[in-house]
């Protein structure tokens, strides 16, 4: 079955970087659409970013310009570098297909505090 196993977040300093990991078995990153969301606690889950089969990215206005979605076809995992981060990027990244299917993992914890 699908598993996809989100890594990499930490506490960071305003204005630092942090690349989050989502590795997946089950299913080919290649061969289908990819994005992130978060949650922070008590809001709505939140699309971050996806990247399409063909390799096209989009992302949301909060994150464009400091974020970018990406993929290792080799090692069947998508990445999320994240610059610049802010304090309201605070949340739990989950990686999914596009469009999500229902199904959450973990996810990552990432937290953004002087």
């Known amino acids: 079955q699908v598993r996809l196993v989100e890594s990499g977040g930490g506490l960071v300093q305003p204005g630092g970087s942090l690349r989050l990991s989502c590795g997946a078995s089950?299913?080919?990153?290649?061969?289908?659409?990819m994005a992130w969301y978060r949650q922070a606690p008590g809001n709505l889950r939140e699309w971050v970013a996806r990247i399409t089969s063909g390799g096209v990215t989009n992302y949301a206005d909060s994150v464009k310009g400091r974020f970018t979605i990406s993929r290792d076809n080799a090692k069947n995992t998508v990445y999320l570098q994240m610059n610049n981060l802010k304090a309201e990027d605070t949340a739990v990244y989950y990686c999914?297909?596009?469009?999500?299917?229902?199904?959450w993992g973990q996810g990552t914890q990432v937290t953004v505090s002087s």
């Open positions: 999914t297909r596009f469009p999500p299917t229902g199904f």
């Open positions: 089950g299913i080919s990153v290649s061969m289908n659409a």
